[in-house]
């Protein structure tokens, strides 16, 4: 497609704005690397270190697993989460609150460019994280890798569903204490009651059943499958709840984005 | 083809009703008429006005153009293309300068442009922009942080925004405020060069000698309604050769539709 300015010169036009929205939200959070990368790394090392250090003895999982190993996948995938969610809702109630998302709502950018845009990025911000973690984990233990398909496999789509998930409390939320209720009363408490710490079977029937109905315990738990070859539900059980979910949530997304909820008046 | 249509376009806000309350019941009330049946057909190439007092309906106008608000009924379009319909032509036809100083705090101006282009599918523009950026008085602030700039930089950092692209029409609202005068004038000289090369101008502004030396046809508008279209030339002169700046505050004071004048 061509444009022909007024001036006579014509614009040779891809018709694409994708690539730059990927691109500027990858650099939105590497120009802040120290606190999107290293912040949650040093956490996710502090708990390591506190309950390493206190359960290393006292529990083992699986039969074998020492305990530091089992819960380095679970802190390596809860800052992958976090992390996922954090980048497209922070993007979108700053650009919200600060008045530039008029920049984006402005351009012939689809729905669908922006989705993938902003679901694009974070995914590559919680796999960052993710390795980062990892990496400092190699100075107390090192993981065996039984399965490698299944953690990238898990961390993708898991990345995934909680940048859908950003890009919604983004997109619902006007206020930053209306994203903050969101990541307090919704977010932390199903990453932390999803096994990050300890495995299901280790809690009684009732909460076990419980967990079973929060999406994050499955991807947790295929995600450890793919490092031990052992998990509390069979990966193939986690992989189709949690493919489910990235579809039910990319649909609801889409939804908001095509109908301009709250972002077109 | 005209290069801005507006045809019966009229705009209700709905009552907005705050907390859980909103989820289960729909909010009483009428809402806020901003727009009643506006018809307006602006021409390639021409320096178009539109004025009235705040709360008139000029920006809702403006961002139901740009597909920041939609229209409750009629229609709007952009050099041929529905602002709903085919959005994707009539956005790359448009450029629009925001009423409010508003920018992202995390990149250069440079970066900012290119971001902007890249939005319109031109993620290789460095040429035009920098002829931008030298028109607009911004080639030494390039690679300036955009928190780093006076709020007139920032203003010309919105304006360099609009035209990226390169639309053949650019709509300025009131681009001038708070903006000293030197810069307003070095602004006003790009712009109604870009005029003169055929780009049509959109110019809402509260400094009505502005409108009065740079736009050709100027239409007023009024609680949502358009109270006055006319050139400028034979506005002032209906009105004895008194400054526009009389004429708006007469006409504004008297508030009723002229409607043969309207429907111009």
Redesign the interface.
């Known amino acids: 497609m061509t ?7 014509h ?1 040779a ?5 994708f ?3 990927f ?2 939200e990858l ?2 959070f590497w ?2 690397s120290f606190q999107t990368v290293a912040a949650p790394v040093m956490t996710a090392l502090l708990y390591l270190v506190v309950f390493a250090q206190v359960l290393q003895d006292k529990v083992q999982v699986y039969g074998l697993v020492p305990y530091t190993a089992f819960l380095i996948p679970g802190l390596m995938m809860m800052s992958m989460l976090q992390n996922s969610f954090a980048n497209p809702s922070s993007s979108l109630i700053q ?1 919200r609150v ?3 998302l ?9 729905h669908r460019e922006i989705f993938s845009a902003y679901v694009l990025a974070a995914i590559v911000r919680g796999v960052v994280v993710g390795l980062c973690v990892w990496l400092v984990s190699l100075c107390f233990i090192s993981l065996p890798l039984a399965q490698p398909i299944w953690i990238l496999s898990f961390a993708i789509i898991s990345c995934g569903i909680m940048a859908i998930m950003g890009l919604i409390a983004g997109l619902t939320s006007e206020k930053f204490d209306q994203l903050a209720a969101f990541q307090n009363f919704l977010i932390m408490p199903a990453t932390f009651l999803s096994g990050v710490f300890y495995s299901v079977h280790t809690l009684p029937t009732f909460w076990q059943y419980v967990s079973h109905w929060n999406p994050i315990f499955y991807t947790i738990d295929g995600f450890r499958h793919g490092f031990f070859g052992v998990s509390d539900v069979s990966p193939w059980h986690s992989l189709a709840v949690v493919i489910g979910v990235f579809v039910a949530l990319a649909a609801l997304a889409l939804r908001l984005l095509s109908s ?1 909820y709250k972002l ?2 | 083809m005209h290069a801005v249509s507006f045809d019966h376009v009229s705009k209700i ?1 709905p009552p907005r009703r705050e907390g859980i309350k909103s989820w289960f019941s729909k909010p009483s009330g009428t809402g806020l008429q901003a727009l009643n049946d506006v018809s307006l057909n602006i021409e ?2 021409e320096f178009f006005g539109l004025l009235g007092p705040n709360g008139a309906g000029k920006t809702t106008l403006i ?1 139901i153009l ?5 229209a409750s009924s009629g229609r709007a379009s952009v050099c041929g293309h529905d602002v709903v319909t085919d ?3 009539s ?4 450029g ?1 300068v ?1 009423q ?1 100083l ?6 250069t101006v440079r ?1 900012t442009l ?10 290789r523009n460095d040429d035009w922009i920098d002829e931008i950026l030298a028109n607009l008085g911004l080639s030494d602030k390039a690679d300036s942080n955009m928190r780093a700039l006076s709020g007139g930089m920032k203003r010309r950092v919105l304006v360099a ?1 609009a035209l990226v ?4 029409v650019i709509v300025l609202d009131e681009p001038t405020a708070g903006v000293d005068v030197d810069l307003r004038r070095s602004l006003w000289e790009f712009i109604a060069r ?1 005029n003169r ?4 101008i959109l110019l809402t502004t509260h400094y009505l000698e502005e409108a009065e030396s740079l736009c050709g046809r100027i239409a007023m508008l009024k609680r949502g309604q358009i109270v006055s279209l006319s050139t400028t030339s034979a506005l002032l002169e209906k009105f004895g050769g008194r400054s526009l700046e009389d004429v708006f505050i007469e006409i504004m004071k008297d508030g009723t539709t002229n409607s043969s004048e309207a429907q111009a």
């Open positions: 444009i022909t300015t007024a001036s006579g010169k614009i036009s891809t018709a694409m704005g690539p730059t929205l691109k500027k650099l939105r120009k802040v650009s600060t008045g530039n008029v920049f984006v709502l402005l351009t012939p950018m689809s301009g077109r008046t | 806000y390639e190439g961002s740009a597909g920041l608000a939609r959005y994707k032509k956005r790359r036809a448009l629009v925001p409010e508003v920018f992202d705090p995390f990149f970066e290119r971001i902007q282009s890249g939005y319109f599918g031109l993620p925004q692209h390169r639309p053949p870009l090369q055929g780009h049509t």
